[in-house]
């Protein structure tokens, strides 16, 4: 029974309809190739031996196509670790936001921030620099990951040229590797200095096309949607029409079929197919843009 489902999907579908639509909107991880392979690297980076010229990685992708559902599955793989031996903890992944504005005092913020520690708002830049470099040796720091990267095309060119020195100052005393995580503008951040751009190797996450791994990834979200009948998502009608519905990244891939799936079994239907598609009041991007426009 449920031959379809994943053996643990399987056991969702003996809950009720409210419980198996709660699970349905549940974040889920799903590793296709292409995310696989840039884990891999990740790891490869976070062991790499210290050294004055570490190398960085450019994590580049279109808005919602998996950047950010890959690097929080990184930093679930390497959490902050309590070390017994020492007076700091462990920290393998620092993760922070870049600043909405390209602004080294907001990048310090920032580190402050996350690492909860005080900090006041007319601490000399100078002095907040040594505080963060101080702390960060303390606590065996493994690596910075800074998404929204692209922020710092924003605002002037000499605030760019600090936020852009504050990275490769970061990178330098420390010895740890930086992955900057953005749109393709993140590209455009880091070409602007010619250091950096050396150091950072891009990683891109394109758009889905229609091909085999495609049509594994249809089969694995399948897999894992507790619904009663078949789907058959790679079917070509269908798999063409999430496609064209979704513009091939996978978080509209995702937000499809969740609200698909859940129409289908608020109306008794069980399955996806095209009326769930085209019926589940899923709004493409396509169609968003052409709402905006009128507004």
């Keep these: 029974m449920y031959k379809h489902l994943s053996k643990e999907t399987a056991k969702k579908m003996y809950l009720n309809r409210d419980d198996r639509i709660h699970h349905i909107k549940k974040p889920r991880w799903i590793g ?38 890959l690097v929080n599955k990184f930093r679930e793989t390497h959490p902050p670790l309590e070390n017994l031996d020492g007076e700091s903890i462990t920290l393998p992944v620092l993760y922070i936001q870049a600043p909405p504005s390209p602004d080294e005092r907001g990048i310090y913020n920032a580190i402050l921030t996350r690492l909860f520690e005080p900090y006041g ?54 010895c740890v590797p930086i992955v900057g995580i953005g749109t393709s503008e993140a590209v455009r951040a880091i070409q602007t200095d010619p250091q950096l751009a050396n150091r950072f190797t891009p990683q891109v996450l394109p758009k889905w096309e229609f091909n085999t791994e495609y049509l594994q990834l249809l089969a694995s979200f399948e897999y894992l949607l507790p619904l009663a009948k078949a789907s058959n998502l790679i079917e070509k009608n269908i798999a063409e029409a999430i496609l064209s519905l979704s513009d091939g990244t996978i978080g509209e891939i995702s937000t499809l079929l969740n609200q698909a799936a859940i129409y289908s079994i608020q109306n008794n239907i069980e399955q996806i197919n095209l009326d769930c598609l085209y019926q589940c009041d899923y709004i493409s991007p396509y169609d968003r843009k052409n709402i905006a426009s009128t507004i």
Excluded at 35 to 64: A, C, F, H, W
């Design 121 to 174: 708002k007319s601490e000399a830049i100078d002095s907040k620099r040594d505080r963060v470099i101080s702390i960060l040796h303390q606590i065996d720091l493994g690596m910075i990951m800074i998404d929204e990267i692209q922020h710092l095309l924003a605002g002037s060119y000499v605030k760019q040229r600090n936020a852009l020195n504050a990275l490769k100052y970061l990178g330098n005393e420390l």
């Design 32 to 69: 296709y190739n292409k995310s696989q392979d840039i884990l891999k690297k990740l790891d490869d980076l976070l062991k790499y031996p210290k050294q004055s010229r570490m190398p960085n990685m450019l994590l580049v992708g279109e808005t919602n196509n998996g950047k950010t559902v």
